[in-house]
C-alpha cells in the first residue's frame, strides 16, 4: 500500500510536470487512467476509503490547475471514455456524507466539464452536436435532483451551479423544425389562459417524448429529471431562483417538456404544482 500511495500521490504529480511542455491529449487520456486507477484501489476499511476520496479530489483538481488536461475536438471514443471514467470516479465520492466532500464533487465535475467546453465545445460551431450519441454527462446529473435537496446550503449552492453550468452551454438548440410542431407549440402557449383542450394532450405527450430523447446524452430520463427539478424548486426556498434559471433555460430550447408537465399536472388535478408551472411558463412568455 506505501508504494501505491507513493506511487500516486508523489510520482504521478512529477509525472504530470515533466509532461507539461510537450503535453498533448494522448497524455490526458492516460493521466485520466491513472486517476481512476487510483480511486479503484481499496486501501482499508470505510474510514481509509473516505480520507482517499478527498485526496482523489484534490489530486484531480491539482491536474486541472496545472494544465494537465487537454481534450481533442475529434472528440476520440477513447477520451470520451476516460471523461465518463473520472466522473464516475467523482461520483463515487458521494459514499462520503460530509458537506466538504459532496461540494468538492459538484465543484470538481463543474471545472472538468468547463475545461471540457473551453477546449471543445465552445471552439466548434453548434459543438454541442458532438454531444448526441454520448452518455458522459449523464454521470454528473443522475444524482442532482438530490444534491438540489440536500440538507446543506453550499450543496444545493454547488449543485445550481453544476446544472446551470451544463444547460447554458452543453444543451443541444432546439429540435423544432416542422410547422406542425411550431403551429402546436403556438396553440398550447395561447391556451394557457383558458386551459388546455384535452383534445391536445397527446400531441404534446408525444412531442415532449420527442424533445426528452433528443437530450438523452445529457439525462437518463429528461421528463423525470424535470419533474424531480420543478419539486426541490418549490421545496428549497434559498436556491429557488437558480432552479427556476435552470428550468428557464431548459424550456428555451425544448418548450414541450414544461408544457408536458403543466399537461400531467392538469390531468392529476394537481393544484399547487399547476400553479407552478403556469407562473414557469408566464415568465418564459415574458422573457
Known amino acids: 500500500m506505501k508504494v501505491k500511495h507513493i506511487a500516486l500521490y508523489k510520482l504521478f504529480p ?26 479503484q484501489i481499496e ?21 486541472l490547475n496545472c494544465g ?9 471514443p477513447t477520451q470520451i471514455q476516460n471523461l465518463k471514467r473520472v466522473l464516475m470516479t467523482f461520483k463515487r465520492c458521494y459514499l462520503d456524507p460530509s458537506e466538504k466532500t459532496k ?14 467546453n473551453e477546449q471543445v465545445i465552445s471552439q466548434i460551431d453548434n459543438g454541442q452536436e458532438l454531444l448526441e450519441g454520448t452518455d458522459f454527462l449523464q454521470s454528473a446529473t443522475v444524482d442532482l435532483v438530490d444534491m438540489l435537496k440536500d440538507w446543506y446550503d453550499s450543496v444545493r449552492d454547488q449543485a445550481c451551479q453544476l446544472l446551470e453550468f451544463i444547460l447554458t452551454n452543453l444543451l443541444r438548440h432546439s429540435p423544432i423544425q416542422s410547422g406542425t410542431q411550431r403551429d402546436l407549440l403556438q396553440m398550447l402557449r395561447a391556451s394557457m389562459s383558458i386551459g388546455q383542450d384535452e383534445r391536445m394532450w397527446a400531441p404534446t405527450r408525444e412531442a415532449a417524448e420527442s424533445e426528452s ?10 421528463q ?3 419533474k424531480l427539478l420543478i419539486t426541490a424548486m418549490m421545496d428549497e426556498p434559498s436556491t429557488r431562483e ?27 388535478n394537481s393544484l399547487q404544482r399547476k400553479e407552478v408551472v403556469k407562473q414557469l411558463l408566464d415568465r418564459a412568455a415574458g422573457q
Not at 43 to 62: C, P, Q, R, T, Y
Not at 68 to 76: I, V
Open 68 to 76: 494537465g488536461l487537454k481534450f481533442s475536438q475529434s472528440l476520440e
Open 43 to 63: 486501501w482499508g476499511g470505510d474510514a481509509i476509503k473516505m480520507k482517499h476520496f478527498a485526496a482523489h479530489l484534490s489530486l484531480s483538481k491539482e491536474l
Open 224 to 226: 423525470e429529471f424535470l
Open 14 to 39: 512529477k509525472l504530470v510536470n515533466i509532461s507539461l511542455p510537450f503535453l498533448n491529449d494522448t497524455h490526458s487520456n492516460e493521466f485520466m487512467r491513472i486517476l481512476v486507477r487510483g480511486n
Open 242 to 268: 437558480s432552479c427556476t434559471r435552470s428550468i428557464l433555460k431548459l424550456n428555451e430550447q425544448l418548450p414541450f417538456l414544461l408544457l408536458n408537465d403543466y399537461r400531467i399536472s392538469c390531468a392529476n
Open 103 to 116: 461540494r468538492g464533487v459538484l465543484e470538481i465535475m463543474r471545472l472538468y466539464l468547463e475545461k471540457f
Open 213 to 222: 430523447e433528443f437530450i438523452n446524452y445529457m439525462f437518463k430520463d429528461t
